[in-house]
């Protein structure tokens, strides 16, 4: 690993370099990039945002922007964050800081022109490395390359005071490990997150949900959680999901079959079947309302799915369940129970493409059939509806309108 990163695309597109050459053009050397972006361009991992650190005062970054034909969003302007937004593409353009005061939950900062200061404010020296537009590397706590070498995630100084200066950074480190670390994690900054867990107490539960959702997305997240549930970090953030050998069941089905890992269905595995936990731990996170439909759908047994299941009844529960329930229902009895490959991907096979089939008879017929209007009507319909269903979906729409009449 040299002190330079190989000049990667992302840092000579086009809308990178107009921004770099803005804050550049005002003064020389003013503006590195910072963060995920060199953290994962020396680790060899795809790039998810630019974060782009600079000398310059939020007003001065607003104004070069602008003089640059660049459109400028304070998005976070009392932090010193603007989104800059260059033929399309938004980048964070964060003015150094270093922090005044902190409470365990928001820092009050303040402007610096010292690197060296803005690298102290952040959680670990693997994302507290520069780069010059040009890729010459600086690594102002002296660690940051070595760990990225070695693939360890070290707080920048006193692992216990980082962390009280902001709770959320136990999560931010197991998330790290979990994308980025190898082997144990580093014993200072385990046993800190361990001793100081009820701090997540006073962390913000968006803050949590989104942290969780970002460390059950690594490859392979399992070493990492274990660690999380041997430090008592696991029980503290999620009492309810603690279901680490059923996660680790499905994340070894997604590498071996070659599915997409899906944090969501993974956080369903680790709360096991319990809808009732499922409703608990996605209330108490503020879960959105589509992310909580999904678990719990997941995690109810109205609709069974079996490997050894008919066509039939596939269908039928397909009908019943909707395909998305279905599939997350497949994969987790899957990942539970094991079993035949080729039986449970006929079960997913039947999914692609499935469109709900509609019922060749509405309402307006059960009506016209000469059910009186009021609770009858649905009292027919769905009497038809489940024979339709039993029928594979066949009835025609004669025989089902037979029966909007019970004896008639
Ligand atoms: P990714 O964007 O891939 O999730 P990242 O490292 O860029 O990873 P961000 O959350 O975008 O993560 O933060 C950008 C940088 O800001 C981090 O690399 C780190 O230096 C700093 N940072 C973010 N959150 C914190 C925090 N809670 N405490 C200290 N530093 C932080
Ligand atoms: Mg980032």
């Known amino acids: 690993m040299s002190d330079r990163l190989p000049v990667q ?5 086009g809308p990178a370099r107009r921004v770099m050459q803005a804050l550049e053009g005002e003064r020389p050397g003013s503006a590195r ?3 995920g972006c ?3 361009a020396l680790l060899d991992m795809p790039i998810a945002d630019v974060d782009i650190a600079t000398q310059l005062t939020p007003d001065v970054v607003e104004r070069v922007m602008r003089a640059a034909g660049i459109a400028v969003h304070p998005t976070g302007v009392e932090h010193g964050t603007l989104t800059v937004v260059a033929d399309n593409h938004p980048f964070e353009v964060t003015t150094l800081r270093r922090d005044v005061e902190t409470d365990g939950r928001r820092a009050v900062v303040a402007f610096t ?3 060296a200061e803005d690298a102290q404010r952040r959680d670990f020296r693997l994302n507290a490395l520069y780069a010059d537009p040009d890729g010459a590397l600086h690594d102002p706590t002296g660690g940051g390359l070595e760990d990225a070498r070695e693939r360890r995630i070290v707080f920048v100084g006193h692992a216990e005071t980082r962390i009280r200066e902001d709770y959320l950074r136990i999560l931010r480190f197991f998330r790290f490990n979990a994308w980025y670390g190898r082997g144990a994690p580093d014993p200072e900054g385990l046993a800190a997150c361990g001793a100081l867990r009820a701090g997540l107490e006073s962390i913000s539960v968006e803050r949590i949900w989104s942290e969780l959702k970002k460390l059950l997305g690594a490859p392979d997240p399992v070493p990492a959680l274990r660690a999380m549930a041997a430090a008592g970090v696991l029980e503290q953030a999620t009492p309810e999901a603690g279901d680490l050998d059923g996660l680790e069941r499905l994340v070894s089905l997604e590498r071996n079959e070659g599915f997409v890992p899906d944090a969501l269905l993974r956080i369903a595995a680790l709360i096991g079947r319990d809808a009732g936990a499922t409703k608990s731990l996605t209330r108490r996170l503020k879960a959105s309302n589509e992310e909580r439909d999904r678990l719990v759908s997941a995690a109810r047994d109205d609709t069974p799915v079996s490997v050894a299941m008919a066509d039939r009844d596939i269908r039928r ?3 019943l369940s909707g395909a998305a329930v279905f599939r997350d229902r497949v994969m987790l009895d899957w990942a539970a129970q094991g079993g035949d490959a080729k039986g449970w991907r006929r079960l997913l096979s ?3 493409g499935w469109v709900r089939p509609v019922m060749p008879v509405g309402g307006d017929d059960v009506l016209a059939a000469g059910v009186p209007a009021g609770p009858a009507v649905g009292e027919a319909m769905r009497r038809i509806e489940s024979a339709w269903v039993d029928s594979d979906f066949t009835s025609t729409r ?7 009449r019970p004896g008639a």
């Open 9 to 13: 695309p992302w840092m000579t597109s």
């Open 33 to 35: 990039f910072v963060g």
């Open 38 to 40: 060199v953290r994962n």
């Open 113 to 115: 022109e010292d690197w």
């Open 317 to 319: 529960t397909l009908y």
């Open 350 to 352: 039947m999914t692609d």
């Open 398 to 404: 004669e025989t089902l309108l037979k029966l909007a």
